[in-house]
T-cell receptor, first 116, second 111 residues
Framework: ETGVTQTPRHLVMGMTNKKSLKCEQH?????MYWYKQSAKKPLELMFV???????ENNSVPSRFSPECPNSSHLFLHLHTLQPEDSALYLC???????????????FGAGSRLTVL | RKEVEQDPGPFNVPEGATVAFNCTYS??????FFWYRQDCRKEPKLLMS???SGNEDGRFTAQLNRASQYISLLIRDSKLSDSATYLC????????????FGSGTRLLVRP
């Protein structure tokens, strides 16, 4: 496996379900991200982890709960979502830090979520 | 005002044409600038970073104008495979991680 892999690629869930999205990066990067992409809207940053520590929480509702057990894995736990949460959820990684090029993102293919 | 603004397009051009996109950003203290490309139903991928002196990569040229707070992307000799959405991305000075994405400009290159 290379790059950034996300599972599942597609997920349909009811509003009372609990599910999780998984992301794994094989690039040796230190920072991992969750972005949300809705139709006709720009990518919205949700969470950032650097060396497993959360550095950004972009005012995301608590029904989205991230988990980063190590620098290579990132999860997004989903609970009691709303239909407006239906979107493409993109995981990304970067080298991290302030050196030149450290914030260039490599994205996974995304998990397309539909909430019924 | 949006932090990063782009004309959504679509720009519909024939093969071989030259096309230019502009992007404006609101935070004058932004430190880094990028163009990403996103194909239909795919993830965004880095096209090129944008440097103060301007930079070129083959048919693609990026320019930064800090005084006017805009970034441009010029594509020469357009190919059918250039059809995609081009995302302007800005990194504010106060963050190493909080990249701000524009909504994207859609390009359609026709035969």
């Amino acid at each position: 496996e290379t790059g950034v892999t996300q599972t599942p690629r597609h997920l349909v869930m009811g509003m009372t379900n609990k599910k999780s999205l998984k992301c794994e990066q094989h690039l040796g990067h230190n920072a991992m991200y969750w972005y949300k992409q809705s139709a006709k809207k720009p990518l919205e940053l949700m969470f950032v982890y650097n060396f497993k520590e959360q550095t950004e929480n972009n005012s995301v509702p608590s029904r989205f709960s991230p988990e980063c057990p190590n620098s290579s894995h990132l999860f997004l736990h989903l609970h009691t979502l709303q239909p407006e949460d239906s979107a493409l959820y993109l995981c990304a990684s970067s080298q991290g830090g302030s050196i030149s090029g450290a914030n260039v993102l490599t994205f996974g293919a995304g998990s397309r979520l539909t909430v019924l | 005002r949006k932090e990063v603004e782009q004309d959504p397009g679509p720009f519909n051009v024939p093969e071989g044409a030259t096309v230019a996109f502009n992007c404006t950003y609101s935070n004058s203290a932004s430190q880094s600038f990028f163009w990403y490309r996103q194909d239909c139903r795919k993830e965004p991928k880095l096209l090129m970073s944008v440097y103060s002196s301007g930079n070129e990569d083959g048919r693609f040229t990026a320019q930064l104008n800090r005084a006017s707070q805009y970034i441009s992307l010029l594509i020469r000799d357009s190919k059918l495979s250039d059809s995609a959405t081009y995302l302007c991305v800005v990194l504010p000075m106060d963050s190493s991680y909080k990249l701000i994405f524009g909504s994207g400009t859609r390009l359609l290159v026709r035969p």
